[in-house]
């Protein structure tokens, strides 16, 4: 981008951190871009907030070292854009489009906004069911085509895992395309991303975006909305299923509410932004299926000290069709995936969308898992033996239901040396 007399509107006026604040001959409306020229290099902003006819704070993507008063502002005259297409496929990039993975520089077909409504002919989510091959997640608590999951767990338990399996069976069943969104992701974090799903084989048929936890709130504000362009992209132009995973949408909320700090908004709720439900509903109502395709989301979300009534917990929930809760208990006995067969649920395990079969039988698991988790205490103090005839039989198939649960990974199998192991439902309903 160049600076000249057309496109500039003003002047540097103070600098706080990453809150530029902008003198205007010509105030812009509010999300448009600017930038600033700085030997040679520019350094992006966004429109957040107008002060007065003459005043605006803007919020930058890059550092503000060097930047100075009185430098002159240029306007770009739309939303930032990111470049899309096809040759994203297969790379690792940064919220702008640009190569991290010293690869030559995409080759985009076309450039996207990173702000834009629902896609016209909005469908949302669907009530089909998208099978993903893993037993436990298919039968309790299964993924909405077009709709959104959310992962609840902490370190150590097998969230990672478990993503690039969905992904892998995103390739293997669908045919479709994965957009991986590092929202605050540690450069050690994308690293190890990076070559597990090289050695996974599902990295052909996947981008990844990030925005690491070094760089601008503005940019962890911003980047899943870059990743979500080009999930867009691949649904509506290419035809692809997407999926959409998001790690972590904690991260995106803390991004805003440290934005809104720094404009001066008063916290609301907890020290959270006011804004925090417009926010993540703009991000959420996105991710949808429409004619051509689906983009369908697995979102890791970090819940603060355990505590699900933390108002970004709910507010995320409130807009997920899966819920997936990890559990470290199961993952301390070595039972992967460490999926919680109990507190997991979905919207879609209804008897009038999946059937009275399918319902009948995941409510029976349910109800075995359930008895066995109030008698455990009394196992543990009386013993098996002093248990009822009815009792005991509960336990003997709860048992063998929660092995039969746990299941080898594909994404896994060059470090366990067991092969992935894909199951239909429909096998899956006649084991259990």
Request: with cysteine; charged share 20%; aromatic share 6%.
């Amino acid at each position: 981008m160049e600076a000249n007399s057309a496109n500039t509107i003003g002047e540097v006026l103070e600098i706080h951190g990453p809150v530029v604040i902008v003198r205007c001959t010509l105030l812009p409306p509010l999300r448009r871009a600017l930038f600033v020229v700085l030997n040679g290099q520019t350094y992006l902003m966004e429109v957040h907030r107008h002060l007065s006819p003459e005043l605006l704070q803007a919020i930058t993507f890059h550092t503000t070292d060097g930047l100075c008063r009185g430098m002159p502002v240029c306007d770009t005259g739309d939303v930032l854009h990111v470049p899309v297409g096809n040759a994203a496929l297969g790379r690792m990039l940064n919220m702008f489009g640009e190569a991290l993975d010293d690869k030559p520089p995409l080759e985009a077909t076309r450039l996207r906004p990173i702000h834009a409504p629902p896609a016209r002919g909005f469908f949302g989510a669907d009530s089909a069911m998208l099978p993903t091959g893993i037993k436990v997640v298919d039968l309790l608590a299964p993924f909405v085509r077009g709709g959104k999951a959310g992962l609840f767990g902490g370190a150590g338990v097998g969230k990672t895992v478990l993503i690039m399996e969905f992904m892998h069976a995103m390739n293997q069943l669908h045919r479709g395309v994965s957009v991986f969104a590092g929202i605050g992701e540690r450069i050690r974090e994308a690293h190890e991303l990076w070559h597990e799903m090289q050695q996974a084989g599902v990295l052909e048929r996947a981008t990844l975006v990030f925005g690491q936890m070094n760089e601008s709130p503005g940019v962890r504000f911003r980047v899943g909305l870059s990743a979500l362009s080009l999930a867009e992209f691949y649904r509506d132009n290419s035809g692809f299923d997407v999926l959409l995973v998001m790690d972590n949408v904690f991260r995106f909320v803390q991004a805003g509410a440290e934005v809104s700090s720094l404009l001066g908004r008063i916290s609301a709720t907890m020290g959270y932004q006011p804004t925090i439900g417009s926010e993540v509903a703009e991000l959420e109502d996105r991710i949808a299926a429409s004619e051509r395709g689906s983009i369908t989301s697995v979102q890791a979300v970090y819940v603060p000290a355990d505590d699900m009534s933390d108002p970004a917990v709910t507010t995320i929930m409130s807009h997920l069709d899966t819920t997936v809760i990890l559990s470290r208990s199961m993952a301390a006995n070595g039972l992967y995936p460490a999926i919680d067969p109990i507190l997991s649920s979905s919207r879609t395990l209804d008897q009038q969308l999946l059937g009275e079969r399918h319902y009948s039988i995941a409510e029976g698991v349910r109800e075995h898992l359930a008895r066995y988790r109030e008698l455990e205490d009394i196992i543990a103090i009386l013993g098996f033996d002093e248990l009822s005839p009815a009792d005991q039989l509960t336990v003997a198939r709860a048992r063998k239901l929660q092995r039969y649960l746990t299941q080898p990974f594909a994404v896994t199998a060059a470090h366990t040396g067991i092969a992935g192991a894909g199951v239909s439902l429909e096998q899956t309903l006649g084991d259990c």
